[in-house]
């Protein structure tokens, strides 16, 4: 390996120990890291700046734009405090069907907008019903957490790795719906059916019923900062709408569903009422910006060859096999996503996972891809952003409810430990039912 390659390793290395350890917030290490990158870069004329910049994918920045600021309007609204009601009252107390309901409602809601913004109303609901019933909320929050990892793989829309990995493969949304949508839905009955296997040991089976009225009254005041506005709704609604539309037929028109996102988001901007002090936030501007420090920081890996090696480790194990190599993408792809996070893992394996494609011509590569994010990210508490929400929505609900852990045996906290018991074997059901279905469709 050439020093090139050791000094961008250590770059990156160092960038995400820093995110790892909790030392430097991820935005802002990333970013740093870019800058550090490309002055490397540009000193050993390896990666100028013409490259950096065509190492970016602006049509995944159009897409979280675009998709950020139809999540902002719709959570802005209130529509998802209601349905997070809903599901609370459907549940009827009993704390198998608030798994259930709950996960169901947070797979729903995470194909078609930004799961964070299905998972930041979802959990409050979640954490005072589980208070009220007296269960022990951390299998259902895990739950939901998987959930919303399938819900976003689900569609092109629902999650990062998959804006990026249409961007890079330029794919369109009935792309996604007709390789992903069946094996997604295949493992969300294979969670359900883990969650039921295990049920004597999650401990949600002995609360109490409180009735319906405190049930409702505690709902209402887990989502009290939320009011209800139509107008808000009804805008939102005909955004998503359009720009679903717009999706579905954007291959048959040649449009580019980036540009579908973008206009759909200045829409949003012009007519969802934005103070200044949200915008920033709405418009996805943290996300905007990691990801773009991101895509800077992996071109540099590519220039100095770095990705080059995971090439040449995925064509030796496989032994020149296709559907091997598929298998030994996606199993990689999930051990990057437990450390790097699932944007980070997929941003870092695309290229990779291009080559492959051009050099075998099967889309299945992509969705292999996918499939090793989606059970790597499923695995640990860092490997999506959703599981982190839910420790820290869990600590302080927590504080603020000291008696609920009578109800959690001891264990009030969610951390990386005692999400990895549930998370790993979650992660290995998915990775050997998504083997069989690359098996399945490789050509």
């Given at each position: ?16 120990a820093l995110i790892f350890r909790g030392i430097v917030e991820r935005?802002?290490?990333?970013v740093a890291g870019a800058g550090v990158m490309l002055l490397f ?403």
């Amino acid at each position: 390996m050439s020093a090139n390659a050791l000094i961008a390793i250590a770059i990156f290395g160092s960038v995400f120990a820093l995110i790892f350890r909790g030392i430097v917030e991820r935005k802002t290490a990333v970013v740093a890291g870019a800058g550090v990158m490309l002055l490397f870069g540009l000193v050993s004329g390896i990666y100028p700046l013409a490259q950096a910049i065509d190492a970016i994918y602006f049509e995944t920045l159009a897409l979280i734009f675009g998709m950020s600021l139809v999540s902002a309007l719709l959570a802005k609204s209130g529509v998802f405090g209601l349905v997070a009601k809903r599901m609370a009252v459907h549940s009827m107390g009993n704390g198998w069907w608030v798994l259930v309901v709950f996960s169901l409602g947070t797979y729903g809601l995470s194909m078609l907008v930004n799961n964070l913004s299905a998972m930041v109303v979802i959990l409050p609901v979640t954490l005072a019903i589980c208070h009220q019933i007296e269960i022990n909320p951390i299998p259902i929050l895990i739950a939901e957490v998987v959930a919303s990892n399938l819900g976003g793989a689900s569609t092109m829309i629902g999650d990062f790795p998959n804006m990026i990995i249409a961007s890079a493969a330029h794919l369109h949304f009935i792309d996604f719906i007709s390789g992903m949508m069946v094996p997604c839905l295949i493992l969300l009955a294979a969670m359900f059916a883990y969650f039921q296997w295990r049920r004597d040991d999650i401990d949600i089976d002995g609360g109490r019923s409180p009735g319906n009225g405190k049930l409702v009254a505690a709902m209402r005041d887990a989502v009290r900062e939320q009011p209800y506005e139509p107008y808000l709704l009804k805008v939102g609604l005909v955004l998503l709408a359009a720009a679903l539309i717009g999706f579905l037929v954007a291959e048959r028109f040649g449009l580019s569903p980036a540009w579908i996102a973008l206009w759909t988001g200045f829409l949003a901007l012009s007519l969802g009422r934005f103070d200044r002090d949200s915008l920033f936030s709405a418009c996805g501007g943290g996300d905007i910006l990691f990801f773009t420090g991101l895509f800077v920081m992996v071109g540099g890996l590519a220039a100095a060859g770095v990705l080059r090696g995971f090439e040449w480790f995925i064509y030796g194990v496989s032994g020149g096999y296709e559907v091997l190599q598929l298998i030994v993408l996606m199993w990689l792809a999930a051990v990057a996503a437990i450390f790097l996070n699932a944007g980070a893992a997929t941003a870092f394996l695309v290229p990779v996972a291009g080559d492959m494609y051009l050099s075998a011509g099967d889309p299945v590569v992509w969705w292999a891809l996918s499939l090793g994010i989606l059970a790597g990210s499923s695995a640990s508490l860092t490997g999506a952003t959703a599981g982190s929400v839910a420790a820290s929505h869990l600590e302080r609900f927590v504080a603020a409810h000291p008696e609920m852990r009578d109800a959690m045996s001891g264990n009030a906290t969610l951390d990386f430990r005692s999400y990895l018991r549930w998370g790993l074997p979650i992660m290995f059901l998915f990775l050997v039912l998504s083997t069989i279905y690359v098996m399945i469709t490789v050509r």
